[in-house]
């Protein structure tokens, strides 16, 4: 069984910062994936924010958190990260993380609330 938890999600203040993991057990060869973290706002669409190789040496992130967020992952300890600084209000969101072939693997998500 694959499971994927998120941590670190929280309520801060607009121009603060936090730093999301997700830890992943059950899957064999997890450093052979890329690895992404996704967020929804409530009555939204589900977005992807950042991706990462498997060997953190390419990443990818959407236009709006460019500058602002930073993804890696130690595969020795099969976890992502997500730091996240300079927050905004319109970064609230359920915040996923996904892994596998063609992302298969979600976990349960983790709020992140940002106060203007």
């Known amino acids: 069984v694959v499971l994927v938890e998120e941590s670190g999600g929280g309520l801060v203040q607009a121009g603060g910062s936090l730093r999301l993991s997700c830890t992943v057990s059950?899957?064999?060869?997890?450093?052979?994936?890329?690895m992404g973290w996704f967020r929804q706002a409530p009555g939204k669409e589900r977005e992807a924010v950042s991706c990462i190789s498997w060997s953190g040496g390419y990443t990818d992130y959407t236009d709006s958190v460019k500058g602002r967020f930073s993804i890696s992952r130690d595969n020795a300890k099969n976890t992502l990260y997500l730091q996240m600084n300079s927050l905004k209000p319109e970064d609230t969101a359920m915040y996923y993380c996904a892994v596998g072939v063609d992302f298969a693997y979600w976990g349960q998500g983790t709020q992140v609330t940002v106060s203007s």
């Open positions: 059950g899957l064999l060869d997890f450093d052979d994936y890329v």
